[in-house]
């Protein structure tokens, strides 16, 4: 028994150092454990609350916003535009029978009037004569001259001038064929032979242009150009 009694005795002392050395008692920290942890937050003394400057900042609170990108320009809208103007309807106007004269004063207003115009000449009938032709000399166009009288044909004329048509008798000069014609019948009627008609001609020039109505007017509206307005070549 007295074993058993030293046994016990032994195991209680044990335990109580066991315990005291839990407790600190003996001078040693006590061991660190979840019932440590827990005596601990059971400490208000050791609460400490955090300054505003020591707590962790809040990453989505501090955290500086993303600007928000930008807005698509919205699209240009391009102010209207006005149509192209129509360009102005050109019209032709001709003039004929100019001569050279003329024919240079139409052109240049033309020309200054912004448009280029078409010139062309053309060798047109001026008159009809009737004529009997050059003789060979002087002497030979009196002879001729003296036979016509004799047959009452007095309305005649040596051509006295140097040139391919010298020592001609003229007979008559006309503005239109038909009437050269006429008179020629006459004669041969009195028995006049060898007379015939030569045609006379001249440079006449003929203008052609195209422009707008206003610039065409003023010019078309001259009285020295009128009589000569025709129609354009097709």
Known sequence: MTTLRFLFILLVILNALAFGALKGWFGFAPPAGEPERITNQLHPDRIKMLTPTSAPEDKAATETPAAPEPAPPPDVVA???????????????????????????????????????????????????????????RDAADRQARALRAKGVDDLFIVQEAGPNQFAISLGLFKTEASSRLHLSQLRAKGVRGAGIATRTTIEYRIEVDGEEAQLTPIADDEALTRHLTGCSP
């Open 79 to 137: 102010p209207p535009q006005e149509p192209p103007p129509v360009a102005a309807a050109l019209i032709c106007r001709a003039w004929s029978g100019l001569n050279a004269s003329d024919a240079d004063r139409l052109s240049a207003r033309l020309a200054a009037a912004g448009m280029t115009p078409r010139q062309r000449s053309v060798e047109v009938p001026s008159s009809w004569w009737v004529r009997i032709p050059p003789q060979p000399n």
